[in-house]
């Protein structure tokens, strides 16, 4: 379907005021194509001349507030634009050049936005000219009065002879204080490799030769303006971007949930099971874990392995039909400043067996029962960032796309919400928690 058929949801009167009062919201990552404009709208125009606005439509969680970007001169038929990263109340989007390429690639153009301001900055082009989105940051400072934008760059190893010495990576930064206006490169560098001992990655799994994959990448701030790259398979790489000679600090995850060996394995997206976040006061970082629970396995052998490790190293390979059988997750936190993977302390653990849906009382909330929450598909948890409200994605049996609010603390369910079926087709990296809506 065309993105210009994408037609911006209703969403409630109060919603906005509900978003704005707690200055939390659940981002929509793909933008809508509309001219809606509201008290957050701001203009500019692309690198080839054309007028574009973005106007903010905040809702309360678990609805997805969304953006909406009107361009005259693009269509978006292929593709549209989407969200790259918020700080605070700033936000980074990025419009394709060329969205109606028949070979589907494009260039991107990237801007820098505030709702509550009503700017809307168009960046100089960087290089590499596109960057990925999933290792991009945006970081505010001073209240917003300049920022950075800074982006990891492709791994490459370095051997000496045949041993492997280290890992390097390109920090792509750009500061919109500083004169000229261009992005810098920096050569970040890693030469011990913690996760390979730590938690090492099964040969089946197609990333082995690679040591970091980031999946999502997260704003902490602080005086040197420190960025968290998190790869959900194993580790989060932390760097103060900065500073004039960054360097990494590795710190790896938790290591998997026995029950999510073979998980891991037979799905290739670690976020269908983790998520990462960090708290809003900036004082934690959080991790969940989903585990399924009674998986139906076959196994190639019949002696379990008595540690990851053991089972990575001994080349367990076993092939799992999983039957649902209810779920359960675990929430672990760590202080910042961050030191080692002992920092991590297990928070929470909630079952879906044990999850009240008495507070809620909407008609399709009516529609549930506790048994019939425990038999539903759930995955690519999402966690807020200053409560103990896990969002996890389902679809129920007549095919109705839902998303969940949990109070894993509570062990209660807060609410639920429909998801828009012409747009929201796949629920990976679909959404994630942010502070945009404080101060609008």
Not at 182 to 192: D, Y
Not at 353 to 365: A, F, H, R, T
Not at 388 to 410: E, G, W
Request: with cysteine; glycine share 4%; charged share 20%.
């Amino acid at each position: 379907m065309a993105v210009s058929s994408w037609v911006p949801p209703s969403l409630p009167e109060s919603s906005a005021g509900a978003a704005a009062a707690s200055g939390l919201v659940l981002l929509d990552r793909w933008c809508y194509i509309a001219d809606l404009p509201n008290n957050t709208t701001a203009e500019s125009t692309t690198n080839r001349g054309l007028p574009i606005t973005v106007t903010f439509r905040a809702a309360c969680p678990p609805l997805l507030s969304h953006f909406c970007v009107h361009c005259p001169g693009l269509d978006f038929r292929r593709i549209g634009p989407k969200i790259v990263a918020t700080d605070a109340d700033l936000v980074l989007l990025c419009v394709p050049v060329n969205p109606n390429s028949t070979t589907g690639a494009s260039d991107w153009d990237y801007f820098v936005y505030s709702p509550r301001a009503q700017w809307l900055d168009l960046l100089p082009s960087p290089d590499p000219r596109r960057l990925n989105d999933s290792a991009t940051a945006l970081i505010s400072r001073q209240g917003g009065a300049w920022y950075a934008v800074a982006a990891l760059g492709a791994c490459k190893p370095i051997f000496s002879g045949h041993a492997l010495t280290r890992w390097d990576f390109d920090l792509h930064l750009y500061r919109s204080s500083s004169s000229p206006k261009r992005w810098r490169s920096k050569r970040l560098s890693l030469n011990e490799f913690v996760r390979d001992n730590l938690i090492p990655l099964p040969v089946a799994v197609n990333r082995h030769k690679l040591y970091h994959v980031t999946e999502k990448t997260i704003t902490i701030g602080g005086d040197h303006g420190t960025v968290a790259w998190v790869d959900l398979w194993r580790g989060i790489f932390f760097c103060d971007v900065l500073k004039k000679r960054p360097l990494i600090q590795d710190v790896p995850l938790p290591v998997p949930a026995r029950a999510n060996w073979n998980h891991l394995l037979i799905n290739p997206e670690p976020s269908f099971l983790r998520d990462v976040t960090i708290s809003r006061n900036k004082g934690s970082i959080k991790y969940v874990e989903l585990e399924f629970r009674s998986p139906q396995e076959l196994a190639a052998t019949t002696t379990p392995a008595e540690s990851y490790t053991d089972w990575v190293r001994n080349n367990y390979s076993r092939k799992s039909q999983v039957t649902p059988h209810g779920w359960k997750s675990t929430i672990w936190n760590m202080a910042i400043p961050v030191g080692s993977s002992e920092g991590w302390h297990r928070d929470c653990v909630v079952d879906v067996e044990d999850v009240s849906l008495e507070p809620c009382l909407s008609d399709v909330m009516a529609m549930l029962s506790s048994k019939t929450l425990q038999q539903l598909p759930v995955g690519y948890p999402i966690l807020s960032m200053d409560d103990d409200v896990v969002y996890l994605f389902s679809q129920t049996m007549d095919k109705l796309r839902v998303i969940f609010a949990i109070d894993v603390r509570k062990a209660t369910l807060r609410g639920l919400a429909e998801l828009d079926d012409q747009k929201h087709l796949f629920f990976s990296n679909l959404c994630f928690t942010s502070e945009i809506c404080r101060g609008t």
